[in-house]
């Protein structure tokens, strides 16, 4: 009976010891946002006003972004975690700069969005999560993202963003999901832009967004941060 009641102990310390390991990676791997970059001031402002990404079939040619010699009717972008910002991961460094021009999201619209994400840009579907995937369901999700974003920066990736692609079917409300917005050096080398930016969103009701004047990544902590 002793001998019995010491191996359940013993299983008991391995799975429990298993379980706060799993629940700490998922955790850890949680903290991460999302990424719409388009090439110019004028799109961005352009998103902005209208309240919505786009696909570029919905699109004049005028507003089309990095896909402008073709129509989809999917909305790009990258998952951008705290983990990777701080090269961790990689033998030598890569590029992980966003877009001059970017839209930055709360990782919340997962519950509302579908998506699908692809391994490198225009690749095979690596997973897709969906709104009524269960809690765990979409951590284990994102766990396996996280891990082959991983994977192919050890494997020598140089840019961070051409890693992987996430694709939205439908447009995309800004005003409940953003975070931030990028403009490139604008603090020092364009001040004009940065007052275009902030008029386009103190007159839509954005006046919370963030402006960061450099494509650098940053993290979650800074995000959310109050200035």
Request: glycine fraction near 4%.
């Given at each position: 009976?002793?001998?019995?009641?010491?191996?359940?102990?013993?299983?008991?310390?391995?799975?429990?010891?298993?379980?706060?390991?799993?629940?700490?990676?998922?955790?850890?791997?949680?903290?991460?946002?999302?990424?719409?970059?388009?090439?110019?001031?004028?799109?961005?402002?352009?998103?902005?006003?209208?309240?919505?990404?786009?696909?570029?079939?919905?699109?004049?040619?005028?507003?089309?972004?990095?896909?402008?010699?073709?129509?989809?009717?999917?909305?790009?972008?990258?998952i951008y975690f705290d983990e990777f910002i701080e090269n961790k991961y990689s033998s030598t460094s890569y590029?992980?700069?966003?877009?001059?021009?970017?839209?930055?999201?709360?990782?919340?619209?997962?519950?509302?969005?579908?998506?699908?994400?692809?391994?490198?840009?225009?690749?095979?579907?690596?997973?897709?999560?969906?709104?009524?995937?269960?809690?765990?369901?979409?951590?284990?999700?994102i766990k396996n993202i996280f891990e082959y974003i991983k994977e192919r920066l050890q494997d020598d990736c140089?840019?961070?963003?051409?890693?992987?692609?996430?694709?939205?079917?439908?447009?995309?409300?800004?005003?409940?999901?953003?975070?931030?917005?990028?403009?490139?050096?604008?603090?020092?080398?364009?001040?004009?832009?940065?007052?275009?930016?902030?008029?386009?969103?103190?007159?839509?009701?954005?006046?919370?967004?963030?402006?960061?004047?450099?494509?650098?990544?940053v993290n979650n902590d800074f995000l959310y941060k109050k200035d």
């Amino acid at each position: 009976m002793e001998n019995y009641i010491n191996i359940y102990f013993q299983k008991y310390i391995k799975y429990k010891k298993k379980y706060y390991t799993t629940k700490k990676e998922l955790e850890q791997n949680n903290k991460f946002y999302i990424v719409h970059g388009t090439n110019s001031l004028i799109n961005m402002l352009k998103i902005i006003d209208s309240g919505y990404i786009k696909s570029s079939s919905e699109l004049t040619s005028t507003y089309k972004g990095l896909g402008e010699n073709k129509s989809s009717k999917f909305i790009y972008g990258n998952i951008y975690f705290d983990e990777f910002i701080e090269n961790k991961y990689s033998s030598t460094s890569y590029k992980d700069d966003y877009m001059n021009y970017s839209i930055i999201l709360h990782p919340n619209i997962l519950d509302e969005f579908p998506i699908f994400v692809n391994k490198k840009w225009n690749g095979d579907i690596f997973t897709q999560i969906v709104t009524d995937d269960k809690p765990i369901e979409k951590e284990i999700k994102i766990k396996n993202i996280f891990e082959y974003i991983k994977e192919r920066l050890q494997d020598d990736c140089k840019e961070y963003n051409k890693t992987h692609e996430i694709l939205f079917s439908s447009k995309i409300p800004i005003k409940k999901y953003i975070l931030a917005v990028t403009c490139n050096e604008c603090e020092n080398k364009f001040p004009e832009k940065l007052v275009q930016i902030k008029k386009y969103l103190k007159r839509n009701g954005l006046n919370h967004v963030k402006i960061l004047s450099s494509n650098k990544p940053v993290n979650n902590d800074f995000l959310y941060k109050k200035d």
